[in-house]
């Protein structure tokens, strides 16, 4: 799932290429993306509420785009506001398609049309300089809710969100406070998006690492000068990630469908039977809840 580092980086990308275009048409073929900020519970979507979205959308002047947490924010001209959490395979690529009878046909940038992990196209929005921007999405659990600016920011998924860890405003001491509180494992914790946002299963495993910190252990139990050193591997690893525009170990594009550059860097996520970075002992995968973290027994211990 993209988090903080991709997320941002497609924020970026967006703001250069889509902020200030006109959006003036949409197409999708799979509606229940398409999510009414009405509907709290969001389940028993209709095809009623995607012509309401496609009549709403139709004509907005795309201000800017921001992120919070893993969640992408469009600021759109008549005080309306457009929410995209790409959730587990979704990605925003700017581009040209072809869209024939349900075959949608890629035209341009070349990485949009040979990478088949940018091939799964559902929904398109149609801008007033001819590009488009397209919503690429395997898995399908992607969601899209418009509403007013009031209607978007009050989302219980918006308000309920932990402070952004790179955030000037975000100190060491709130940071402590927050974690302090916990008696679930730190990793847990870490990826807890009401705790500190943005953070998901592949930052947590390297940040962790760095700051030699057994995923498991319980976040009550850390020491201040254990806490420092998370902090300062957030730091680290997230920026660190940024400048590399991300991991492509599953389907995070860009928005010119290119792959992030952090994928080579990772320090444990995902590298189960390679030896550690630091010590040579092969790093292991435990099972945390439905997610696993990687870890070096060694460097990490509980
Ligand atoms: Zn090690």
Redo the contacts with the bound molecule.
């Keep these: 799932m993209p988090e903080l580092p991709e997320v941002q980086t497609i924020v970026n990308d967006l703001n250069k290429k889509v902020a200030g275009r006109r959006i003036t048409g949409v197409w999708f073929d799979w509606p229940k993306m398409l999510k009414d900020p009405l509907d709290q519970q969001r389940n028993k979507i209709s095809h009623k509420h995607a012509a309401v979205f496609e009549k709403a959308i139709k004509g907005k002047k795309i201000l800017s785009v921001r992120r919070r947490a893993k969640n992408l924010l469009f600021y759109l001209s008549n005080n309306l506001m457009m929410l995209i959490h790409l959730k587990m395979t979704g990605h925003l690529l700017v581009g040209k398609w072809k869209v024939e009878s349900k075959k949608i046909i890629p035209l341009e940038p070349k990485e949009v049309v040979e990478d088949p992990y940018n091939q799964y196209i559902h929904l398109i929005f149609y801008l007033d300089n001819r590009k488009m921007l397209g919503f690429s999405d395997l898995r399908k659990f992607g969601k899209i809710i418009l509403g007013t600016k009031e209607q978007i920011e009050n989302l219980p998924e918006l308000k309920n969100l932990g402070p952004e860890p790179l955030d000037k405003s975000f100190k060491f001491i709130k940071f402590v406070k927050l974690i302090k509180l916990e008696k679930r494992k730190i990793k847990q914790v870490l990826m807890d998006q009401e705790v500190i946002a943005g953070i998901g299963n592949i930052y947590s495993d390297d940040i962790l690492?760095k700051a030699k910190i057994h995923p498991l252990k319980p976040a009550n139990k850390l020491s201040e000068k254990e806490l420092k050193g998370i902090w300062i591997a957030i730091h680290k690893v997230l920026e660190k990630a940024l400048k590399l525009r991300g991991t492509s170990t599953s389907d995070y594009r860009d928005t010119a469908g290119k792959e992030g550059g952090y994928t080579d860097y990772r320090l444990v996520y995902q590298r189960e039977g390679e030896p550690?970075?630091?010590?040579?002992?092969k790093?292991r995968r435990v099972k945390i809840g439905e997610r696993s973290a990687h870890f070096?027994?060694?460097?990490?211990k509980l």
Excluded at 276 to 281: H, L, S
Excluded at 296 to 300: A, F, L, T
Aim: positive net charge.
């Design positions: 690492w550690c970075q630091r010590c040579k002992t790093i070096c027994p060694k460097c990490q």
